[in-house]
């Protein structure tokens, strides 16, 4: 969850531990809070990492997570 300061597309990147891209997503969001669900099923076991950047360009932090 996030909170996007003003509406427009957002793009999720999601990276696996060698920094290569295994998934970009855009959608469309209003602005406040928002939830994004990637689709990681189909990916295998691993350490990834999930950044965002907002409609007026800003990236936010990014974040890892293992997948199990």
Known sequence: AFTNTAP????VILRDATGR???VQSTM????????????ERLSAGC???GLVLPQGDALK???FLKR
């Open 29 to 40: 969001e209003d602005r406040g809070p928002a939830t994004i669900q990637l689709p990681v």
């Open 48 to 50: 990834y990492e999930v």
């Open 8 to 11: 427009g597309m957002v793009q």
């Open 62 to 64: 990014s974040r890892t």
């Open 21 to 23: 891209t295994v998934v």
